[in-house]
Structure formats: structure tokens, C-alpha cells
């Protein structure tokens, strides 16, 4: 099998990948999650013991989203090859975290990663310690910065907006995206700085 072997070593409780923990900001899609990322990113650039995760994603590469572009025969492929710690699909798209996350956090790493609230139950099972930031915004400006990035039609937007998952449990922290950049992503900085 090729990807990243994982050892009883690196397994902490129950099988799951630990000591590191996974930090999944999740929230429905316009929410700003990508640029509160980036934001936090930024500002933690010294921490040796904080990563930012790239995804996998069955879509070229574009200027909003920081990620590696695959077609569907190859996230089939690593998928298949046990290559990916965490996958799901959404909106018609796979996305993946790759197995450079796997050593991350068996180093005892902090990965922070853009995730799903339908993959949730599955990162909690994959991993030991798994903290959820829920980011979300108003109705009114998801759709707004949804229709500004150009990829769907309108009624595409609101259909999109109207079947996102509800979370399961509560999440370690929740913010309002609506204010400047600085506001809501010094709050991701600051939660992950406390970790």
C-alpha cells in the first residue's frame, strides 16, 4: 500500500491518529473560511507546532482557494490507495486532506485544515483530538459572496446554501464572519494560539 504507513505508534486511543490534534474550520460555503485561514496563517508564521493543511480538490486551482487540484481519476486513485487521512464530496466536487497531515500529527502537530460539518463523525473517528471553529455569516451575504465568485448561477447559489449540514455537536469556537478581516480572523489566531 503505498501513502503513509501508519504504525501502532502513531495511533493514540481507540486507533486514532494522535497526539497532534486536527482543527476543522467548517461552516457553509461564503462563510470566509479560506480567509480567515489565510489570515491566522499569517500571523502564526513562527509556530513550528501549528500547520496550515493544502486540500486536495476535483477543481482547477483558482484565486480563492488555496489548494491542489486533482481530476477524479487520481483522488480516486489515493483514495484507493489509502492516501488520504480524511475525504468526502460536496457540491459535486471530492475534496481530501493528504497524508502529509498524517505525519503532522502523529509529530504531535496542530493542523488546521478547511473541512466539511458532513465529515465531522469521520474525523472523530480518524483522529484522536479533533477541535471544530464554526464559521458562518447572514443568509443575504453567503449568497452575496457566493454569486461574487462567478462559478454558479444564482438559483445554483440559493440550492447550495439550502443543504448545508447541520453541525452535530457544538463546536470549540463559532464566529460571525461579518466585520473586517482582521476582526473575525483574530479570533481564529486567538483560539489557536490558546491551543
Known amino acids: 500500500m503505498s501513502g503513509v504507513a ?15 490534534q486536527l482543527v476543522l474550520v467548517v461552516g457553509p460555503s461564503g462563510a470566509g473560511k479560506d480567509t480567515l485561514i489565510a ?9 513550528a ?15 480563492t482557494e488555496n489548494h491542489i487540484a486533482l481530476d477524479e481519476r487520481a483522488f480516486a486513485h489515493g483514495v484507493a490507495m489509502g492516501d488520504f487521512p480524511l ?22 502537530r496542530i493542523v488546521v485544515a478547511n473541512g466539511s460539518r458532513a465529515v465531522l463523525g ?6 484522536a483530538r479533533v477541535r471544530v471553529v464554526h464559521v458562518t455569516a447572514p443568509l443575504e451575504v453567503l449568497a452575496a459572496r457566493l454569486a461574487a465568485r462567478g462559478r454558479e448561477a444564482h438559483e445554483a447559489v440559493l440550492e447550495r446554501l439550502r443543504r448545508e449540514p447541520a453541525l452535530d455537536q457544538t463546536p470549540d469556537l463559532r464566529i460571525l464572519n461579518v466585520d473586517a478581516v482582521d476582526a473575525a480572523g483574530e479570533r481564529l489566531a486567538a483560539f489557536l494560539r490558546g491551543l
Open 87 to 108: 475525504y468526502w464530496q460536496a457540491n459535486g466536487l471530492s475534496y481530501a486532506l493528504g497524508p502529509e497531515i498524517t505525519g503532522e500529527i502523529v509529530a504531535g
Open 122 to 127: 469521520r474525523a472523530r473517528a480518524r483522529f
Open 49 to 63: 507546532d501549528i500547520s496550515f493543511a493544502r486540500r486536495r480538490i476535483t477543481r482547477p486551482a483558482d484565486a
Open 39 to 47: 489570515y491566522a496563517r499569517e500571523r502564526l508564521a513562527g509556530r
Open 6 to 20: 501508519v504504525e501502532s505508534s502513531d495511533l493514540s486511543g481507540e486507533g486514532r491518529l494522535g497526539p497532534g
